[in-house]
């Protein structure tokens, strides 16, 4: 499966931004992490795509919405009241199976990301 992102960019603190990943094929559990200069990947948000199960990291609740379009397989991150420490690169992830996990390592497929730098 390839994953692509897009939506990224640069936006004053408060403000808001859509990030869109687009999959070549139907996947069972995908969902948006965010990457730290020199540390690891982080765990923001994810859906079961058969479900409306969807689950959030408490640090973005309320600000962030992850939502898809299983028809258009394509994944969404309404992000809202972006803030400083937002300042990160974002990536989409998925895997064929059903899973709630939080570790990047439990995703198979990734995206290349997208910068999102908020000032």
């Known amino acids: 499966v390839q994953l692509v992102e897009s939506g990224g960019g640069s936006v004053q603190a408060g403000g808001s931004l859509r990030l869109s990943c687009v999959a070549s094929a139907p996947v069972f559990t995908w969902g948006w992490f965010r990457q730290f200069p020199g540390q690891g990947r982080e765990y923001i948000a994810s859906?079961?795509?058969?479900?409306?199960?969807?689950n959030y990291v408490d640090s973005v609740k309320g600000r962030f919405t992850i939502s898809r379009d299983n028809g258009k397989k394509t994944l969404f991150l309404d992000m809202n009241r972006l803030q400083v420490e937002d300042t990160a690169t974002y990536y989409c992830?998925?895997?064929?199976?059903?899973?709630?996990?939080?570790?990047?390592?439990?995703?198979?497929?990734w995206g290349q990301g997208t910068q999102v730098t908020v000032s």
């Open positions: 859906v079961l795509t058969a479900s409306s199960r969807i």
């Open positions: 992830a998925a895997v064929y199976r059903w899973t709630e996990s939080q570790n990047p390592g439990d995703l198979t497929f």
